[in-house]
């Protein structure tokens, strides 16, 4: 949703009224006149996030699915879906072109280039053989064995702030990358080591500044930062790490007239406000954005000239195996802000892990030789795009039910193997407790199929759940997930 009012103004631009406009952040009589004049063919063209594909339109010449790469495709709640293998489908069925547009697309997308059931349409250069942005990497692990001579935030390498302040002087703007928002990643007792925890999910809250209130990122609970330790009543709680509130503050204290602006869905909540931040960046009203992926893809800023990655190895601690084609793809994506236009664009990658393949290849631009090493470790482990998977998810108000059940669930499984010979290639992990083990007060169990055929993986699980209601236990929810994208 963030890249639509850029879109729009585009299409609009070119096209003229002949545009439809479909998302979320529209009002219902926005989106029943938006629908209504895509329907009655009064417009010709639809722009819009995942919900657009539904409307029902009857001849469609052509698809396109932008950034197709892109995890918000995926409906996780409810009924889950992949906006962009929906959009697949629906080429397929109105016999029209489809084009799966990202400068990183995802794996299965690319193996299935190479597989040769995609065509590649491949652009080589950037606009009028625009320069690719210089990519320099920044090793905290040496940093942090340096004497400091600079009088900067930790989070600031003295090569990043020189730049930094090389862009102010010359008028040309500056991004800043931090997948995190809040002003610290938890408040902590140096006393004793407590941290407040969510009492609804298993995760610590988020300090945020403004209010001085700890918050929930999962469930939204939140409380007034105590005063003194709730566990051993020493004054004084104290912020650990960094988030992009924190980022913003200390900026300002380095440079009191720059034009610094958050970038985040905290300080972002409507469309009107995205629009005029997006105006005031475009327009050059903003010397420093400092943002969460809102900043990081699609984005075109004339003057944007240097992009700094503050912590660029942050998103490769998820337990989950497309971790690093996650870290990959937003490190290329954000770098990709920089040096658009008549001025050539620098990245600095700040990290601890210089040396991983998604923080490598990423400072090379070089997608071909990540794509091959990751794919290589996914054919051995049998992960998409060689492997189908599918994830059952059993939550509950109770701990014991929920794990009982999920005991439960293995059994049932195993016994259809058993009794079905087809069946019996279905690698079966688990199960266990979620990596988020309890979300708005669930306790989360989950269990993993892997196969090669999508064919037996899907006849498996409808046949196992045609079993459900016999063993499934009150109070207990069972969900099935094909294809999932995140495992936490």
């Given at each position: 949703?963030?890249?639509?009012?850029?879109?729009?103004?585009?299409?609009?631009?070119?096209?003229?009224?002949?545009?439809?406009?479909?998302?979320?952040?529209?009002?219902?009589?926005?989106?029943?006149?938006?629908?209504?004049?895509?329907?009655?063919?009064?417009?010709?063209?639809?722009?819009?996030?995942?919900?657009?594909?539904?409307?029902?339109?009857?001849?469609?010449?052509?698809?396109?699915?932008?950034?197709?790469?892109?995890?918000?495709?995926?409906?996780?709640?409810?009924?889950?879906?992949?906006?962009?293998?929906?959009?697949?489908?629906?080429?397929?069925?109105?016999?029209?072109?489809?084009?799966?547009?990202?400068?990183?697309?995802s794996l299965e997308s690319w193996q299935n280039t190479v597989a040769g059931k995609?065509?590649?349409?491949?652009?080589?250069?950037?606009?009028?053989?625009?320069?690719?942005?210089?990519?320099?990497?920044?090793?905290?692990?040496?940093?942090?064995?340096?004497?400091?001579?600079?009088?900067?935030?930790?989070?600031?390498?003295?090569?990043?702030?020189?730049?930094?302040?090389?862009?102010?002087?010359?008028?040309?703007?500056?991004?800043?990358?931090?997948?995190?928002?809040?002003?610290?990643?938890?408040?902590?007792?140096?006393?004793?080591?407590?941290?407040?925890?969510?009492?609804?999910?298993?995760?610590?809250?988020?300090?945020?500044?403004?209010?001085?209130?700890?918050?929930?990122?999962?469930?939204?609970?939140?409380?007034?930062?105590?005063?003194?330790?709730?566990?051993?009543?020493?004054?004084?709680?104290?912020?650990?790490?960094?988030?992009?509130?924190?980022?913003?503050?200390?900026?300002?204290?380095?440079?009191?007239?720059?034009?610094?602006?958050?970038?985040?869905?905290?300080?972002?909540?409507?469309?009107?406000?995205?629009?005029?931040?997006?105006?005031?960046?475009?327009?050059?009203?903003?010397?420093?954005?400092?943002?969460?992926?809102?900043?990081?893809?699609?984005?075109?800023?004339?003057?944007?000239?240097?992009?700094?990655?503050?912590?660029?190895?942050?998103?490769?601690?998820?337990?989950?195996?497309?971790?690093?084609?996650?870290?990959?793809?937003?490190?290329?994506?954000?770098?990709?802000?920089?040096?658009?236009?008549?001025?050539?664009?620098?990245?600095?990658?700040?990290?601890?892990?210089?040396?991983?393949?998604?923080?490598?290849?990423?400072?090379?631009?070089?997608?071909?030789?990540?794509?091959?090493?990751?794919?290589?470790?996914?054919?051995?482990?049998?992960?998409?795009?060689?492997?189908?998977?599918?994830?059952?998810?059993?939550?509950?108000?109770?701990?014991?039910?929920?794990?009982?059940?999920s005991v439960q669930a293995r059994q049932e499984i195993e016994k259809l193997k058993k009794d079905h010979?087809?069946?019996?290639?279905?690698?079966?992990?688990?199960?266990?407790?979620?990596?988020?083990?309890?979300?708005?007060?669930?306790?989360?169990?989950?269990?993993?199929?892997?196969?090669?055929?999508?064919?037996?993986?899907?006849?498996?699980?409808?046949?196992?759940?045609?079993?459900?209601?016999?063993?499934?236990?009150?109070?207990?929810?069972?969900?099935?997930?094909?294809?999932?994208?995140?495992?936490?």
């Open positions: 949703i963030s890249l639509t009012p850029q879109l729009i103004k585009r299409f609009v631009g070119r096209f003229g009224e002949n545009v439809a406009v479909i998302h979320s952040h529209l009002t219902e009589r926005e989106k029943s006149d938006q629908w209504q004049s895509a329907l009655s063919k009064e417009k010709k063209i639809l722009v819009g996030a995942r919900s657009a594909l539904f409307c029902p339109l009857d001849n469609i010449g052509l698809i396109v699915v932008d950034e197709e790469h892109e995890p918000s495709f995926k409906q996780e709640e409810q009924l889950k879906y992949n906006a962009r293998d929906a959009a697949i489908l629906k080429a397929q069925i109105f016999k029209c072109p489809i084009v799966l547009g990202s400068a990183t697309p995609y065509k590649k349409l491949e652009l080589k250069s950037r606009v009028e053989d625009r320069p690719l942005p210089t990519v320099e990497i920044v090793d905290l692990r040496e940093l942090k064995k340096e004497k400091r001579n600079y009088d900067i935030p930790t989070w600031l390498s003295p090569k990043l702030f020189e730049e930094l302040k090389s862009r102010l002087e010359k008028k040309e703007q500056v991004a800043l990358f931090l997948n995190r928002r809040g002003y610290a990643q938890f408040a902590l007792c140096s006393a004793c080591g407590f941290t407040e925890e969510c009492p609804q999910c298993s995760v610590t809250l988020t300090l945020h500044r403004r209010g001085a209130t700890l918050l929930c990122h999962y469930c939204g609970f939140q409380k007034p930062m105590p005063p003194v330790c709730p566990s051993c009543k020493s004054i004084g709680l104290k912020p650990v790490g960094i988030g992009t509130e924190k980022v913003k503050e200390e900026l300002q204290l380095l440079f009191p007239t720059a034009r610094i602006a958050r970038a985040d869905r905290d300080e972002v909540n409507t469309r009107k406000e995205l629009e005029e931040l997006l105006d005031k960046i475009t327009e050059h009203k903003i010397d420093i954005i400092v943002g969460t992926q809102m900043i990081a893809k699609g984005h075109d800023f004339p003057q944007l000239t240097l992009v700094g990655t503050l912590m660029a190895d942050l998103g490769l601690h998820f337990p989950d195996f497309r971790s690093s084609e996650r870290t990959f793809q937003l490190l290329t994506q954000v770098a990709g802000r920089a040096g658009r236009h008549q001025k050539s664009g620098n990245v600095i990658v700040q990290t601890y892990l210089p040396e991983h393949p998604a923080i490598k290849f990423s400072t090379t631009h070089d997608y071909v030789g990540f794509a091959e090493a990751e794919l290589k470790e996914r054919k051995e482990l049998g992960y998409p795009p060689f492997g189908k998977i599918a994830v059952l998810r059993i939550q509950g108000a109770s701990q014991m039910n929920a794990e009982k059940m010979e087809e069946f019996r290639v279905i690698e079966v992990l688990g199960p266990v407790e979620a990596a988020l083990s309890k979300i708005k007060n669930k306790f989360r169990f989950q269990i993993m199929l892997k196969t090669s055929s999508a064919k037996d993986l899907n006849l498996f699980l409808q046949r196992l759940m045609n079993t459900t209601p016999d063993w499934l236990k009150s109070g207990v929810s069972l969900s099935v997930d094909v294809d999932p994208l995140q495992l936490l």
